[in-house]
Every structure is written in C-alpha cells, then in structure tokens.
C-alpha cells in the first residue's frame, strides 16, 4: 500500500494568482479578486503579449475563479496537492 501525503488549500485562503510570461520573464502577482480584470485583455500586464491564442479562456478561466470565491460561503472547496517529500 502507497500512502501519499498532501496539502489541502482551502479556497479561502487563496488570495493572489502568480504567472510568468515566458516572453518576458516577468513575474506579475495578481490579486483574485482582480483577475477577470487583468485577464480580460489576455495579454501579459508586462510586456502585452499575449498569453494565449485562446483569450477566451483565460476570460473563463477567471470567471470559474470568480465563482468559486464567490460560493466558499456555501460549499467548502479545497485543492489538494502532494505534499512535497
Ligand atoms: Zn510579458
């Protein structure tokens, strides 16, 4: 039997998104709460390349993360992830 150890993030306690764009190499920390703002253009808050072909979905993609602080109230919601060894 394998036990694998993890880590549960409550989405309460998610607070900021980090991405890197691989043009630029800049590192932008982006509030939650902000998110379908800033991914509304789909470009790089940096150097505005884009960070998709599909900008669509990162518009989606910040909607579902919208959404999923907007019911933490109603529903617990956790990402789980292997702990490091
Ligand atoms: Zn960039």
């Known amino acids: 039997m ?4 993890t880590i549960q993030v ?4 998610l607070t900021k998104v980090r ?17 379908t703002k800033v991914f509304r253009s789909g ?3 940096c ?3 884009p960070l998709t072909e599909h900008e669509q979905t990162l518009r989606e993609f910040a909607l579902g993360v919208r959404m ?4 933490k109230d109603r529903v617990g919601l956790e990402f789980v992830l292997p ?3």
Do not use: G
């Open 2 to 5: 394998t036990v694998q150890k």
């Open 10 to 13: 409550p989405v309460s306690e």
């Open 19 to 35: 991405i890197t764009c691989k043009e630029c190499q800049v590192i932008t920390e982006i509030p939650l709460d902000q998110m």
């Open 43 to 45: 470009k790089c808050p």
């Open 47 to 49: 150097c505005e390349r």
């Open 68 to 71: 999923m602080i907007d019911i």
């Open 83 to 85: 702990a490091p060894e």
